[in-house]
């Protein structure tokens, strides 16, 4: 079974940078689509971004749009959302999810999901 585990969060000033990592055991991720959600306490969890096995990416967020950016390294099992610019309002718990099929923002399309990584933007 594939276990996703996410790591690279916590807490950077406005304006700053942080590279998340999604790293995947069990079968390879090579065949799976990979998301990366967010969610705030109180709130539903929204898509970010989405990589393909081929490399295509889509980005879900408009607010997100030329500050994240979504990449994965198959040959390491892991898949990257290096974050630039970040804001408050970025402050949030970050998972990533895989399926095999495409990417879509609809979390109820992901099978597998990490345990996520808290990243909070405050001065």
């Known amino acids: 079974q594939l276990r996703l585990v996410e790591s690279g969060g916590g807490l950077v000033q406005p304006g700053g940078s942080l590279r998340l990592s999604c790293a995947a055991s069990?079968?390879?991720?090579?065949?799976?689509?990979i998301a990366w959600f967010r969610q705030v306490p109180g709130e539903e969890r929204e898509g970010v971004a989405c990589?393909?096995?081929?490399?295509?990416?889509?980005h879900f967020l408009d607010s997100a749009k030329g500050r994240f950016t979504i990449s994965r390294d198959n040959a390491r099992n892991t898949v990257f959302l290096q974050m630039n610019g970040l804001k408050p309002e970025d402050t949030a718990a970050y998972y990533c999810a895989a399926q095999l099929f495409s990417c879509t923002e609809y979390r109820s399309e992901y099978s597998n999901w990490g345990q996520g990584t808290q990243v909070t933007v405050s001065s």
């Open positions: 990589v393909l096995s081929s490399g295509e990416r889509t």
């Open positions: 069990g079968p390879s991720l090579a065949d799976y689509a």
